[in-house]
């Protein structure tokens, strides 16, 4: 099994700052691909940031410019950080990773974390 935790999430006003983690553990070969989205209540998921194994990033128009999001292959985690915060950015936010096991055979899956509140305030 791969499983994903998220941390950091929280309380914080309009104009601060949030780092959230998510670390990958489990029987992995490969994560291939590492990201976030987030869900708002009534509102879909949208995705937010993603990276590859390489570091090649991209990145939702909505958050291009104040989130960073990063890599720690070693530690299979991935972090967002998250500046400049606004009530608009108040969701749950998932992580979410593309992992290749190998249990005699290869296999390819999507994996989610349980999510990480984070609230902006006005």
């Known amino acids: 099994q791969v499983h994903l935790v998220e941390s950091g999430g929280g309380l914080v006003q309009a104009g601060g700052s949030l780092r959230l983690s998510c670390a990958a553990s489990?029987?992995?070969?490969?994560?291939?691909?590492m990201g976030w989205y987030r869900q708002a209540p009534g509102k879909q998921r949208e995705f937010v940031a993603s990276?590859?194994?390489?570091?090649?990033?991209k990145y939702a128009d909505s958050v291009l410019g104040r989130f960073t999001i990063s890599r720690d292959n070693a530690k299979n985690t991935v972090y967002l950080q998250m500046n400049s915060l606004s009530p608009e950015d108040t969701a749950v936010y998932l992580c979410?990773?593309?992992?290749?096991?190998?249990?005699?055979?290869?296999?390819?899956?999507?994996?989610w974390g349980q999510g990480t509140q984070v609230t902006v305030s006005p």
């Open positions: 979410n990773a593309v992992v290749t096991r190998y249990t005699g055979s290869y296999s390819t899956n999507d994996y």
């Open positions: 489990g029987s992995i070969f490969r994560i291939n691909d």
């Open positions: 990276a590859t194994s390489a570091g090649t990033t």
